[in-house]
């Protein structure tokens, strides 16, 4: 019982990471463009989370049930797995990349199921096609929709006055960013409650064929809302100032596009990653006006895709291996400890080169950071 309840906590805690890594999918361009004041963009946002959590649980039901084998998991690899998510989402807030909250999560089941289990326990087919392919064509499909979505907003733009074209597109940036946080919280807030629910089939809780329980849903979306308030300003910074430079009608193309993709793959159940939708869709507005991208910033992100759901798998793996060594209870708070330290040390760490609402939008050079201030940004 000890160890379903630190599971639950860790849960919880992964999802507050996953609200403050991701709150720059929803609100760094509204934030770039001065659409919205920081401290504003990141409250509606964390609100438009919390209503979105409770739409749907399509997506939850895949995280449960279809991309390991329910009856090879066990209270200890879920926990592992989550443990697997944190880490790689500190890490990676720390260096102000925006990567993906989902694989780092589905990447930590796996990697423990993995050791528990062996390779049998983890449905291939199941990752292949509602992880690995959309992970491959989400954001080629977001660029491209947003290209022609920034083509199209400046087409039909071009008789108006350039001020007034600005402020009507900032006014539309408030619904399209509000929007993209609802689409959000009915995406990413679904992968904690069907951690959970993983959690609570594999302590004999609940039945394998039951639906998430009602405080898992409320749980979660408190959790990934309460995250998002936060403001993971690092990241916000990257994606917002970092890829390109930014205006308001780009900004709408691109938190528009966002939306509709993220919400189609939240209806078909489909997992995605809403930092490469929006990450993709950002890249596209730049293309779509044919103004430079920096392809470094954005090679540093691709990268990071690639690499997070096998690191987070062997962040997980490890974990599993600890627990099981040193045994239940004690392996969990063993491990819970040395996660606590990691996550610790990179907060303090990231005091040193602390970015906040009043520098997020300073210039950006081509070393990654403002002027004035270190390669790589802070949260508040």
């Not at 790689?88 to 993906?100: C, H, Q, R």
């Not at 929709?145 to 006055?161: M, N």
């Not at 430079?245 to 193309?253: N, T, Y």
């Amino acid at each position: 019982m000890v160890i379903l309840v630190m599971t639950v906590v860790l849960g919880l805690s992964f999802d507050f990471t996953n609200g403050f890594h991701d709150s720059a999918n929803a609100m760094a361009t509204s934030i770039a463009t001065g659409a919205l004041k920081p401290r504003v963009a990141v409250g509606i946002s964390a609100v438009a989370n919390l209503v979105g959590a409770f739409l749907s649980l399509s997506v939850a039901a895949t995280i449960a049930k279809g991309i390991v084998d329910q009856n090879s998991v066990t209270v200890e690899v879920v926990f592992a797995g989550l443990a697997g998510g944190i880490a790689w989402n500190v890490a990676t807030w720390y260096l102000g990349i925006p990567s993906s909250s989902s694989h780092a999560l589905i990447g930590g089941v796996i990697g423990a199921t993995l050791v528990n289990a062996g390779r049998h326990a983890v449905i291939w087919q199941g990752v292949a096609s509602k992880v690995f392919i959309p992970a491959i064509f989400a954001p080629i499909i977001a660029a491209a929709v947003a290209a022609l979505a920034t083509w199209l907003a400046y087409r039909t733009t071009t008789k108006v006055v350039d001020q007034v074209k600005a402020t009507g597109f900032r006014w539309g940036q408030a619904g399209t960013a509000t929007l993209v946080s609802l689409a959000h919280g009915t995406n990413d807030a679904q992968k904690t409650m069907g951690v959970l629910t993983l959690a609570l089939v594999a302590n004999h809780n609940i039945a394998p064929d039951a639906t998430t329980p009602d405080w898992v849903i409320i749980s979660c979306a408190i959790a990934i809302s309460a995250g998002t308030y936060i403001g993971g300003w690092r990241i916000i910074r990257t994606l917002g100032k970092g890829l390109i430079e930014i205006e308001s009608p780009q900004g709408f193309a691109a938190e528009a596009t966002s939306a509709a993709v993220i919400l189609s793959s939240s209806h078909y159940g489909i997992p995605l990653s809403t930092t490469q939708v929006c990450s993709g869709s950002v890249v596209g507005a730049g293309l779509g006006r044919g103004q430079p991208v920096r392809w470094s910033v954005f090679g540093r992100m691709v990268v990071t895709w690639v690499v997070t759901l096998p690191a987070a798998a062997a962040v997980g793996a490890l974990t599993f291996a600890v627990i099981r060594w040193i045994g239940g209870d004690a392996g969990a708070i063993v491990m819970s400890i040395v996660l606590g330290i990691f996550c610790g040390g990179i907060y303090l760490l990231s005091r040193k080169s602390a970015v906040n609402p009043d520098n997020v939008n300073d210039e950006w050079d081509d070393k990654g950071g403002a002027s004035h201030e270190p390669a790589y940004d802070s949260a508040a």
